[in-house]
């Protein structure tokens, strides 16, 4: 579910006019009483990405919660919901908005234009593969478009972002106190969107570590680069930099989890992978996102807070056995629910598009790999402590947790390993697929499955999205020779690994 307000619809509904193509003879006379231009400003809010409510089923192929329906039987299926498609959508929006920016001289909307569509680009690459870019977007003129190979749209995307990151400063540096119009984020502040745009490279540079190598990628310098100048490359500082919006009890503001629907009430449950995570960790974090069981509460009755506070009072469902077992656990009050106060009372909580604990693992990450100089211990505190803050832990709580030695920082691989499992933590129902990413590139979790999960015949979770149907009618010659030239067959299949996986 992504959050839009009404303003945005209205665009959309003009922007798909704006975008009709078989036009007749009559529509070609201008009507003085139709409109003929719309703002830049309500193109660039119907194109703002959103955010990935808490409990949709994005997160349930990371095991965060499944879906338990008492009234029916299902297996958990990890292998749905891998089906690509092109944005191509949102770029002519973006071709649409650049006119609108020339005509109104917002120049503005064009940058933020090139950060969207180097967004787009990366965001289907990774998900896909090759995908066409330099023929794409041509009409008439190219219908048929080549796919571009991954690499060459993930530097051309990069050096998008670069460009980005070098105009916005310019123009702020121009336009001190710019209030930019139609901005659902950040209420018009252009320099946190500057620290986005850095902040989200960053993303996408450690999404690339098994190319950091690569002299033509060059990830291992960009990273270095952003890090080592923050006058020219500001990213993030603290909580108040996230790119969130705030539940409302409003139509498009809603949080999925939330009283109008019952029903999510009566079948989402926490999934053992992540329940099991934080008690090993002795996370305070799991007080405040599950409730206990209800087996706990009756087992304990007048001690509700002792309870609350005891790891042992909290247990997730298990995603890979029969579904009727965990529907059985539900039955019998065995399995903990997402936190009634802070999810199902939703209004104020925030959903979040990117987040600067996610930026601080990704930073502590690479300084481990040993990119950067900066000490990792830092940032990796500082994005557990973000993290916790988020959730509402005591200062005491997270000062523990930090120096423990269970959960504080170490060096290696089991170091790595921790760090990455912390972000796995982080990432619980928030910032979309950002987690599964994570987890397809490091392995880590080591997410289970069963033949409950996937086919007897599959490898297990898929690695990638297929490309859009249509493209071996429409497309045929470019879509099969790029499936040959990055699998070796005419195989349109999600167990495929494409360039950035690859060794």
């Known amino acids: 579910m992504m959050m839009k307000n009404t303003v945005i619809k209205s665009a959309l509904l003009l922007l798909i006019v704006l975008a009709t193509s078989c036009l007749k003879e009559d529509d070609l006379y201008e009507n003085p009483n139709d409109p ?3 703002s830049p400003s309500l193109i660039f809010s119907a194109i703002t990405p959103g955010v990935t409510t808490s409990f949709t089923d994005s997160y349930i192929r990371m095991q965060y919660h499944i879906w338990i329906a008492t009234d029916g039987i299902s297996n958990v299926n990890f292998r749905s919901g891998f089906g690509g498609g092109f944005s191509y959508g949102t770029m002519r929006n973006i071709l649409k908005m650049n006119e609108e920016a020339d005509l109104a001289n917002a120049p503005e909307y064009k940058i933020l234009g090139k950060f969207l569509q180097a967004r787009a680009y990366i965001e289907m690459t990774r998900r896909m593969g090759d995908i066409p870019l330099s023929e794409a977007l041509q009409g008439a003129e190219i219908p048929r478009p080549k796919y571009d190979t991954s690499k ?48 989200y490279t960053l993303r996408i540079l450690i999404s690339l570590s098994k190319k950091e190598n690569d002299p033509d990628v060059d990830v291992r310098g960009r990273f270095a680069n952003i890090i080592s100048n923050p006058d020219r490359y500001p990213i993030f500082t603290s909580l108040a930099d996230n790119a969130q919006l705030d539940y409302k009890n409003e139509d498009g503001f809603r949080q999925t989890y939330n009283p109008d629907v ?20 002795a996370d305070p974090r799991l007080f405040q996102v599950a409730d206990p069981t209800q087996a706990a509460i009756n087992a304990n009755p007048g001690n509700l807070e002792a309870v609350k506070s005891d790891f042992n009072s909290y247990d997730g469902a298990d995603p890979t056995v029969d579904p009727t077992t965990n529907i059985t656990r539900r039955q019998e009050g065995e399995l903990s629910l997402p936190n009634e106060e802070r999810y199902w009372n939703f209004v104020g909580q925030p959903g979040i598009l990117m987040s600067y604990w996610e930026q601080e693992f990704t930073i502590a990450e690479a300084a481990h790999r040993g990119w950067i100089s900066n000490d990792p211990k830092v940032h990796y505190d500082n994005a557990i402590r973000a993290s916790m803050e988020f959730y509402g832990v005591a200062e005491d709580a997270i000062a523990a947790y930090l120096t423990a030695a269970g959960s504080e920082y170490v060096t290696g691989d089991a170091g790595l390993t921790r760090l990455l499992e912390q972000k796995y933590i982080a990432f619980a129902e928030n910032s979309g697929q950002e987690c599964f990413f994570n987890i397809r590139r490091t392995g880590v979790p080591n997410l289970p499955f069963s033949g409950f999960n996937v086919g007897p015949s599959d490898p297990g979770y898929p690695v990638r999205w297929t490309y859009p149907g249509s493209e071996d009618s429409d497309n045929t010659e ?17 167990d495929n690994l494409i360039w950035e996986l690859k060794d």
């Not at 980005?164 to 310019?170: D, I, Q, R, S, W």
């Not at 470019?478 to 999600?494: I, K, S, T």
């Open 36 to 38: 003929t231009t719309v």
């Open 152 to 199: 060459s749209v993930y530097i051309q995307s990069l050096n998008w972002l670069d460009e980005t990151n070098a105009e916005l400063g310019a123009f702020i540096a121009a336009n001190p106190g710019f209030n930019l119009v139609g901005d659902l984020y950040y209420g018009g502040d252009l320099t946190k969107w500057q620290k986005l745009i850095n902040s």
């Open 262 to 281: 019952a029903v999510y009430r009566a079948s989402v449950n926490y999934a053992n992978t992540y329940i099991d995570l934080l008690k090993g960790y």
């Open 478 to 494: 470019n879509y099969r020779a790029a499936l040959v030239r990055q699998f070796g067959a005419e195989l349109d299949d999600v």
